[in-house]
């Protein structure tokens, strides 16, 4: 499905500045928690203290003698109501998540009780008088308590704390063991992070005078899936509610999910017929959105002597927390991981099992990267250990392996569109040549360098197939755009994506713009409002651009198509000899047979006599895309520079180099943007970021000074090289690219400590204690090369 | 509840607030400067940084009462005669932003480090940003419109 502009692209392939940056440089972006509503009333929860308890009692007494005209609302007042997120796989066991508690509370900080007053100072007095009674239970705080034999079971009717556990195979597994010269068998852990967009989450819900409109505001990515999933659950139709995503400050993922709070305002809302606010504070987001990693993946490869691996085993285990999250479910992370080892290797024989345990902590949901971080930490970790072992470079290692014709079916059956593979780890090789020097040559006797790299695959912009193959409820996977040209050729375009950040409101209207032979800043882009926009799926999973952006381009082109006809009538010339540039319609290479695009808009809606006898008025167009059975594969390179301080411990990253290919790119400020971004989240989740619990499951990181986020000093610049291999499968070559940077660099970092150190990195956080223990395991061997 | 006079961006308003009420709170909601933003709600971030009689101060970790009397500056009076203030422009020409929440408090916590007329190092410039957060951006950009607004303002000062 190849579209191409019709002419010699003006913006896509520009440096255009953000359209979009003026009103948030100068404070003029306005966001849930700025939206005030006569009579609103504000939410405050009380949520549960304990990790595992049975609810005995809630005593609200006191807070009707302090509060008199405060509500409050229980498990038992709302009801059945819950987040419903599991697929019909066989082996899943499925759950819900009740939208306050009733009999039992499953991880600190899940909703017990909702308290409703005028002033959001005042209902934080008023919920800290609810008087919970909780009975302890034994706590599932880690994944060898929740798989230990005789532990309790997390719901009723459970056999084992696992959501689900299936296997993906391909290939003879057992030939591969059987014809290997070596079996390397290694152990690697990720630990669990929080995604933290800085703005935290937020939820406005309002019934119109007449109680047929919900109207509901939410810092959410996913606006229509909200509409639909608050349908279902509260039995409303679903065009009498509208979800509008507002400015949104960051998301990553989080903010991809419907959450118990967004079904308990909306619900407070109906029974109250008040407004009702819910402002998410930074505690409540650490301990209780989502989680995200906390992986322990046992890979076994098989290898010749040569160092060509025959076949992989992968045994994946993820700590995904108390519940199922909606849509993605518990499966998203390690079902993600079984599905991408094989990564840009030619692997003949693969065997994963992966599974979900259940435990006392946050649910795990969808944060950059999605199992991609933790995959390709143990792939790229696992290809230098090979290498060390088998006394190979690893770039050659890597290149032994690496896949080399296009498009490529790997051993699960996914087919890779073209890809800059062996380019990129030439390139990377040149760039970081000076490093490897100097960490062959320490200068001084106490500092060690290192370097390190991370090749990987991203899926990018995958199709409807990739969703139902899940049996998960994303169910689906197209994006979508409305096109409309006003009569005086300004252009609306409504996307169902919601943009926190990417920069949409530019990028599609560059591609618009391209279309229609007019300036981006003719072009309104709006998104996030279920109103306005055609159905969508919303913005994760790195599909914006090529899908919600391809939306844009192809319903731009059948209103270029239309202007076109009708130009062709007015200048008596054939419709392939038109184009059109400069708010022109005209014919190419005669400059003065040209009509203006306003006057064509205008003819199209206000001066219809003028059209083309049969053509109907109007130029409002609808596309929707879905993307390739099995999307646009990404491809990029992670180099990592350490220097580390053998008599502390210290760890700095010196240099950051990524060579990348997302294909054709429409911005390259905004592609180096998300990329440096997505890096930086990647040091964090390398070196510093982990959230803790103790034994009781009570978390320990519960703010800034304790959850260790990246902060501008002791921080490279993140060096951005690209190659572009536009894919043959996506509209104008474009892939998606917005995870990518996420991905690689604890892979990275972890070989680069290696390389500095000749001992293997078999785990993240990359801290100074961790890096202490490592030091004192070092032997006086070299690691070879990067 | 006390009687206050907060003048913010040149405007003098008396109010009558709870002594727990932050500053913040009293900035968004009183005065509509709803560019002061709450992301940690413990002075760990830098997002509702405005300026208390010209020196940057968190808003979320102070109360309104603490502020009497003062003058404050928040993103909203920033722009000068209808023009945005260099660095403001100088984050759009770098693209040191994405989603643009915390981009009002590294604005005002940095706008008195570009304004000092010193000639610093990036390393210097990295340590100036070092009470602010950003979870879009990795930092680059913001380090290149600090660069390109201490820049903009040796070329003024030199004309």
Redesign the interface.
């Known amino acids: 499905m190849t579209d191409r502009t019709p002419h010699q692209p003006r913006f896509v392939g520009a440096r255009i500045?953000?359209l979009?940056?003026?009103r948030?440089?100068?404070?003029?972006?306005?966001?849930v928690?700025?939206l005030?509503l006569p009579g609103m009333l504000h939410l405050r929860l009380v949520r549960s203290q304990l990790a595992h308890a049975t609810l005995a009692s809630i005593d609200v007494s006191a807070l009707h003698a302090g509060f008199p005209d405060a509500l409050v609302f229980t498990g038992q007042d709302i009801g059945a109501l819950g987040i419903r997120a599991n697929s019909d796989l066989p082996s899943v066991q499925p759950c819900v998540q009740p939208i306050l508690a009733r009999e039992r509370v499953r991880f600190v900080g899940e909703p017990v009780a909702a308290v409703l007053t005028t002033d959001?100072?005042s209902v934080e007095d008023a919920a800290e008088t609810v008087f919970v009674d909780y009975d302890a239970l034994p706590v599932l705080a880690d994944i060898e308590t929740a798989l230990a034999p005789g532990a309790p079971a997390m719901f009723e009717n459970w056999r084992g704390n696992l959501f689900i556990e299936q296997s993906r195979t391909g290939g003879d597994i057992a030939a591969a063991r059987a014809r290997a010269r070596h079996v390397i068998r290694r152990t690697y852990r990720n630990q669990r992070q929080a995604g933290?967009?800085?703005?935290?989450r937020g939820v406005i819900a309002a019934l119109d005078p007449t109680g047929r409109i919900l109207t509901v505001w939410s810092s959410t990515q996913i606006p229509h899936l909200m509409r639909t999933y608050l349908a279902q659950e509260l039995n409303w139709q679903e065009n009498r509610i509208h979800v509008i995503a507002p400015?949104?400050?960051?998301?990553?993922g989080v903010k991809g999910h419907v959450f118990a709070e967004d079904v308990l305002v909306a619900w407070l809302a109906i029974r109250t017929r008040r407004p009702i606010k819910w402002i998410e504070?930074?505690r409540e987001h650490l301990i209780a959105s989502i989680h995200a990693r906390e992986h322990v993946h046992v890979l076994e490869a098989y290898v010749t002597a040569e160092g060509k691996i025959l076949g992989l085993k992968a045994d994946i285990t993820v700590d995904v927390g108390a519940y199922s999250v909606w849509p993605f479910t518990a499966a998203s992370d390690p079902g993600m991981v079984a599905k991408v080892l094989p990564g840009p290797y030619d692997i003949a024989a693969y065997e994963a099992t992966y599974r979900a345990v259940a435990t006392n902590k946050c649910p795990i949901g969808t944060y950059r990267g999605v199992g991609r971080p933790a995959a390709v930490f143990s792939q790229e970790r696992l290809m230098n250990e090979i290498a060390i072992e088998l006394g190979i470079d690893p770039i050659t290692l890597r290149e032994r392996n690496l896949i080399g014709q296009f498009p490529y079916t790997n051993i699960l059956g996914y087919t890779y569109d073209k890809g800059s593979y062996a380019e990129s780890l030439v390139k990377i090789r040149e760039l970081v040549a000076p490093d490897v020097e100097r960490a062959r040559k320490p200068e001084k006797p106490h500092i060690r360098i290192g370097v390190g790299l991370a090749l990987f695959l991203e899926q990018t912009a995958h199709g409807t197939p990739d969703f139902v193959r899940r049996r998960s409820p994303i169910e689906t996977g197209y994006e979508s755009a409305k096109v409309e040209m006003h009569p005086d050729a300004t252009v609306s375009v409504d996307s169902g994506l919601q943009c926190?950040?990417?920069?949409h409101e530019t990028t599609f209207a560059q591609l618009v713009a391209d279309q229609l032979g007019i300036l981006p800043a003719d072009i309104l882009v709006r998104h996030g409002n279920t109103v306005t926009s055609p159905y969508s799926v919303g913005t994760w999973g790195s599909r914006g651009i090529t899908l919600g952006g391809g939306a844009a381009h192809r319903a731009a082109g059948i209103i270029r198509d239309k202007l076109i006809a009708i130009a062709a009538q007015h200048l008596q010339a054939r419709p392939e000899t038109i184009e059109l540039a400069d708010r022109q319609a005209r014919v190419k290479g005669d400059p003065t047979r040209a009509i203006g695009v306003e006057t064509l808009a205008r003819w199209a809606q206000r001066n219809v006599e003028n059209l083309p006898p049969g053509m109907e008025p109007g130029l409002i167009a609808i596309s929707f895309v879905d993307g390739p059975p099995d999307g646009s594969y990404t491809n990029a390179v992670h180099a990592a520079v350490v220097e580390i301080d053998l008599s502390t411990g210290q760890i700095k990253l010196k240099r950051f180099v990524v060579v990348e290919d997302c294909g054709t790119i429409v911005n390259p400020?905004?592609v180096?943007?998300?990329v440096?971004?997505?890096?930086?989240?990647g040091i964090g989740s390398a070196l510093w970021e982990h959230f803790v619990y103790d034994k009781d499951g009570q978390p320990l990181t519960t703010?800034?000074?304790d959850y260790l986020?990246?902060?501008?000093?002791?921080?490279p610049?993140?060096e951005v090289h690209h190659i572009q291999t536009p894919s043959p499968v996506t509209p104008l070559g474009m892939k998606g690219l917005g995870e990518g940077?996420a991905i690689g660099p604890a892979a990275a970092i972890a070989n680069a400590v290696e390389n500095a150190l000749g001992v293997p990195v078999q785990e993240t956080p990359i801290t100074p204690s961790r890096v202490w223990e490592l030091i004192k395991k070092r032997k006086p061997i070299a690691a070879g090369g990067v | 509840m006390m009687q206050i006079t907060l003048t913010v961006n040149g405007v003098t308003k008396a109010l009558t607030v709870e002594p727990r009420r932050l500053l913040a709170d009293v900035l968004r909601h009183e005065f509509g400067c709803y560019g002061v933003r709450f992301g940690c709600s413990h002075g760990a971030c830098g997002c509702c940084t405005v300026h208390v009689d010209g020196q940057p101060r968190l808003s979320c970790i102070a109360f309104a009462v603490q502020c009497d009397g003062m003058s404050i500056a928040t993103i909203e009076g920033m722009p000068k005669d209808g023009a945005l203030h260099p660095l403001q422009q100088a984050f759009i020409a770098e693209h040191a932003l994405q989603c643009g929440y915390c981009t009002p408090g590294f604005i005002m916590a940095l706008a008195p480090f570009v304004e000092r007329g010193t000639d610093p190092t990036d390393t210097e410039i990295r340590d100036a940003m070092s009470g602010n957060i950003c979870r879009c951006t990795g930092y680059d950009g913001i380090v290149a419109a600090i660069r390109r607004a201490i820049g903009e303002r040796k070329r003024v000062d030199s004309d």
Do not use: K, T, W
């Open positions: 500045l953000r979009e940056d003026p948030l440089v100068s404070g003029q972006a306005r966001h928690d700025d005030v959001s100072y933290v967009p800085m703005e935290c400015e949104v400050g960051g998301g990553f504070d930074r926190h950040g990417q920069g400020m905004i180096d943007g998300q440096r971004g997505g890096v930086v989240q703010n800034f000074a986020l990246p902060s501008a000093p002791g921080l610049d993140i940077g």
